[in-house]
């Protein structure tokens, strides 16, 4: 069976108006071949939000919003179509959002952690999240009031100075920067004289950490020589050093007597020693005794008699 052409027509127009009316509602948002349920939300003020907005649940789209109407003179009734697959617990907060810095608004949904699911047509609380203009105007304000603040008082410290910058000031000033200069040449003249003592003062300090490396290495023997210098000081802290000294002067006291006595002519080595004739006589002793040593070694046989073989010699 063959069409005519005016069916034909006919066909393809309302395919077009077809095509175009799902893809007009795909672009809202809109889904027309699955179901939706409808959750209602009241709001003081919903700030330029529109029907067809996106409801979001973590950033993903699940719904919009379907209507928005005066409920009265206070309150502003938001009703969001919500796709029938997406579960929606009681206690979950509807919260209207700023998704750009040009206040376009939608819908989050803030999920509870309830277990009931709320029916189709519940109510859900509502909560507004303030926009990033009203949060850059609330931390700016604060700064803002404080420039005024602080360019107030700049420009009474102007004054300030305005008013001490006389003539003499001026010229003090003029003087501390000459000063100023000199004193900075010579700071750069003091630079070139470091620099130009560079080499020595890389020598010094070569010698420091060879003197340095040396003290590291003979770190134990330094070890030893303490050592040895505290056991030397714990012997002389515990030797009688006091008993020593005393020992010692009753030592030189005794002496001392004892010379005393050789000095004297009371003892013996006292009269040996300054008794002259005693000296004289033991010389003349001492002379009689090398005569008759002498006497007995040129005449032996007048003072020894020796008997050989039974003769008796005289």
């Known amino acids: 069976m063959r069409l005519s052409k005016e069916a034909r027509i006919g066909i393809l127009v309302a395919s077009a108006i077809l095509i175009f009316s799902t893809g007009f509602y795909f672009l809202k948002g809109i889904n027309i071949f699955s179901g939706e349920k409808n959750y209602i939300a009241y709001f003081d003020d919903v700030q330029g939000l529109q029907p067809s907005s996106q409801v979001q649940i973590k950033g993903m789209s699940v ?41 376009t608004k939608a819908i989050s949904l803030q999920l509870s952690s309830n277990s009931a699911i709320a ?30 603040h602080a360019v107030g008082t700049l420009d009474s410290v102007l004054l300030s ?23 900075m040449s010579n700071f750069t003249s003091l630079s070139a004289r470091l620099n130009g003592e560079t080499q020595q003062l890389h020598g010094i300090i070569q010698n420091t950490n060879s003197i340095t490396s040396n003290l590291a290495n003979n770190n134990e023997h330094i070890n030893h020589i303490l050592e040895n210098t505290a056991s030397i ?66 005449h032996p046989t007048r003072y020894l008699n020796f008997t050989i073989f039974g003769r008796k010699t005289k």
């Not at 519940?122 to 303030?130: G, I, K, M, T």
């Not at 100075?161 to 004193?183: C, G, I, P």
């Not at 006595?261 to 006292?270: A, R, T, W």
């Open 63 to 103: 719904g919009r919003v379907a209507t928005i109407s005066l409920n009265g003179s206070n309150k502003v009734k938001v009703v969001l179509a919500i796709n029938k697959n997406t579960a929606i617990p009681y206690g979950s907060i509807v919260k209207l959002i700023s998704t750009d810095l040009l206040g």
């Open 119 to 148: 029916p189709d047509g519940s109510v859900l609380n509502s909560q507004v999240e303030d926009g990033i203009i009203n949060a850059l105007s609330i931390e700016i304000t604060p700064l803002l009031r404080d420039m005024r």
């Open 233 to 298: 000081s714990d012997k002389l802290n515990k030797a009688p050093i006091e008993q020593t000294i005393a020992d010692l002067q009753t030592s030189v006291q005794q002496l001392r007597v004892a010379l005393d006595k050789i000095n004297g002519k009371d003892g013996s080595l006292g009269l040996l020693m300054n008794d002259t004739n005693l000296y004289h006589n033991l010389n003349s002793s001492l002379n009689t005794l090398n005569e008759l040593m002498a006497d007995i070694e040129a």
């Open 161 to 183: 100075v305005n008013d001490v910058l006389d003539k003499s000031t001026v010229q003090s000033l003029k003087n501390a920067s000459s000063n100023l200069d000199v004193t």
